[in-house]
Each structure stands twice: as C-alpha cells, then as structure tokens.
C-alpha cells in the first residue's frame, strides 16, 4: 500500500471516529432513545452513514436498538468504561500519598497499575533520585502484563475473558531468558498469584530487575489495580524482599480501605 492510500485511509478513519463519537455524543444529550433518522436529521449526516455507524457500534455494546420500535440508546459498556474511568480517578487520587510513602520507605520504583480495555496500564509512578532502571512504564503506557509483576498482580484477578483479550491481543513478547512465553506456564504462575496474594518479577522484564505487586480488591470483588515496586535484583532476595513483600500487601490494603474497599480475598 502506497503512503498516499495509507493516508487517506487513516484520514477516513479518523473521520468515521468523529462521527461515530458526534452520535454517542448526541443520544447522550438528546435521549434517552432516538429513531434513526432523528439522529441524521440533528448531526445533518446521510441516513446510511449513521445506520453504518450504528450497527458498528452496536455490535461494540455502546448502543442499543430497540427491535420492536428501532429506536437507539447508550448501551451499557458505556456505563461500565465510565464506572472504570471513575474508579481510575478516584483511585489514582487515593493511591498517590500512599505510594509516596511507599516509596520513601523502600527507595524503589513505585508504581500503580490498572486494568483498561486494551490492556493494564500505568496510571501513576513515582522514582528514587539514582534509579538502575531502564525499561520505564510511563504514566498512561501499557505495561508488559505477562511480565512485569504489577501486570500480573492484575491479571492474576480478572475474569477469564477480560484477561484472555490482553494476553491475546498483547501476545507473550519474550524480553529475557526468564519471560513466561507458554501460556500454560504463565497461567500456572497467575495461579501462584491469586493462592498468596501478590505477584513477583524474577528478570522477566529486564535483566537485572525484580518486582513485586499486590492488588487492591473492589467490595464486588473485582480488581481496581495493583501497587508494585520494581529495583535491583540483589534488593529482592530474602529479608528484603520479605519486607518489599509486606509493604506492597500494606499498602494495597491502606488504599483499599480508605476508597471503602476490601484489599485481598485472602486475608
């Protein structure tokens, strides 16, 4: 494909994105149902146009027709990524002094980690001054999430669905000698996971680099993300880690607690 079609191509995207968005944007305002061609007759767009538009979002669960009357509503996805990004803001509010502290007293890499629909990203971190890291999740990125332990901590708690769609979508990308790149091992590893309530990094990221998360558990038992730290292997060996290991499971529980939430189904 030449640049010139894979620009225009992009460009069509992108214009059908705005579309798709105005008439979102529009039942959100206007309903809370709406027949067709009153959703084309207010955005002034082709009546084929939207119907297109429509079924695709349809199919993605952001709206709903009524077979019976044909009209279109917001589906309930919406309700559920706008339940999702609240949570996220409220949580990452929470989460900062705590991670703050957290990062005084282990002088690591801190970081807090969410489920989103593409995967489980970063929403916030905080560094030591000297830092031998050099593979940096930044704040709004993607983590690695069969291999970083922040990941796990959160994969190790969705249901089989949600957590098939990352690992699948993402795929097992090996980045060391000690990355889980068989599906049946990492399985058997978020097992381990879920059974003790944290998750570890032994150089699955980075050679060099070790991790341990613990997840922050909703009242409906659903994971909201996970706290980790991440450093130097040789400060992830026995008393140290030990202690790492507490501080991360304190710390979720601390979080938990003051949004109202339970911390761990285990304790």
Known sequence: MGSNQKSADEAGASKSLRKAMHILFYLGQHGPDMRLAEIATG???NKTTVYRLLCALERL???QRDPENERYRLGLKL?????????ARTLQGEARRHLMEMARVCNEAVSLAVPSA????CLERFDPPRTMISVR???GAFF?????????AVLAYLDEKDMNSILLGKGLTRYTAQTLTRMADLRSDLRRVRARGYALDDQELECGLNGVAAPVISHDARVMGAVGIAGPTQRFQGKDLT?????VKTTAHKIAEN?????????
């Open 79 to 87: 309700y559920e990524l706008g339940t999702q990004a609240a949570r």
């Open 144 to 152: 690695p999430a069969h291999c970083s332990a922040a990941g796990k």
């Open 61 to 63: 669960d952001l709206v």
């Open 43 to 45: 955005l002034q767009l």
């Open 243 to 247: 202690e790492k290991i507490e501080l």
């Open 137 to 139: 999740i930044p704040v």
């Open 118 to 121: 593409g995967g489980v990203v």
């Open 259 to 267: 949004l109202g939430e339970r911390s761990s189904w285990f304790e």
